[in-house]
């Protein structure tokens, strides 16, 4: 059986991380066939597990309808040379043509939904443009799949599908070898992953440190059009000499091994895959409690929930863990023993499995 995988973008982020764990996991069940706007991470990891990729030129993640007709038509052409026995389309814009394509040429598909449009802090007409036209391409599939509860009752409060169409599957990850050991008394290195954007907001994570009399040094991992306003604000902040920047880095896990505190001071986030990695290599994770990360992170046991743009509360929780090499020692266990009973990659590929078949024989 063959399953085609479609999405818009193919760099390095959590939804393009689900699907190569999609593609590895059921490469031996399936003929697996994946279709992107453009080349990157994900196209060279999913050629060296073997699948038969396709670069979609038009599908772009603006709106820009001469392209988005002509993205709908490239889609339709893979269908037509791979013929597959299910769709699974990621990510809004590909979300929303791979689900016409497939409704036009009566194959079956399933959707996960990695954020919606109208949950995020996006203008008001993108709201107004993203809610009818979830609930049109919602028509158009067999099955959704959301990443949290917290995406499955907006779904629900919107209107996009009935629950007998929704399922949550927490996203997952294998297991890795490289674990941390978060006991540092001397300078504890605190890390963040993340794009360099508006919504992930650096910014704020500095301000917090700028109090924050204690040694430390912050290690920033990742690109992005924001990067160049966090560096001008490092040096304005006096925090040069302890801030690092590695930019997009394929040895994530070994610099979380190094690590003793996890953050991400983001505005916005359905799930956060990023900190199930934390979680996996032992860190306590401070975070902005926004979207389903409530579902990830459990306050005060694997880590903090830091009310959003809250610089005073993520001043105190950094320095508590910073003073106390036993508490993220103890959180860091918590966060590793969680990740192994929510967020496994067995897990994950165990239910979406039971997705593509109930779909599939429909």
Partial sequence: MKILYVITRAGNGGAQTNVLELIRG????????LATGEEGFLTESALSLGAKVHILPSLI?????????????EILWVIRQHKPDLLHVHSSKAGLLGRLAAKLSNTPSVFTDHGWAFAAELPWYWKLLAVPSEWLAARWCSKIITVSEYDLSLAIQYNIASQDKLARIYLGLPD???????SKIELVKIVMVARFSPQKNQALLLQALAGIDK???LIFVGNGPTQSQVESLTRDLGLEKQVKFLGARSDVEQILQDADIF?????WESFGLVLVEAMRANLP????????????????ETGFLVPKSDVA??????TQLIAKPDLRIRMGQAGRKRYETNFTIKRMLSQTFEVYKTVISK
């Avoid at 059921?26 to 066939?33: G, L, N, R, S, T």
């Avoid at 993640?61 to 002509?70: G, K, T, Y």
């Fill in 26 to 33: 059921f490469q031996d069940k399936f003929e697996i066939i």
């Fill in 263 to 267: 953050v991400l001071s983001t505005n």
């Fill in 176 to 182: 890795t070898v490289y674990r941390a050991n978060p």
């Fill in 61 to 73: 993640r603006s709106v820009n309808p001469f392209q988005d007709i002509q993205a709908l038509k």
């Fill in 313 to 318: 509360t993520m001043r105190e929780k950094l």
């Fill in 285 to 300: 994770v401070v975070v902005s409690d926004v979207g389903g990360v409530g579902e990830v992170i459990v306050d005060g």
């Fill in 215 to 217: 040694p430390f040094e």
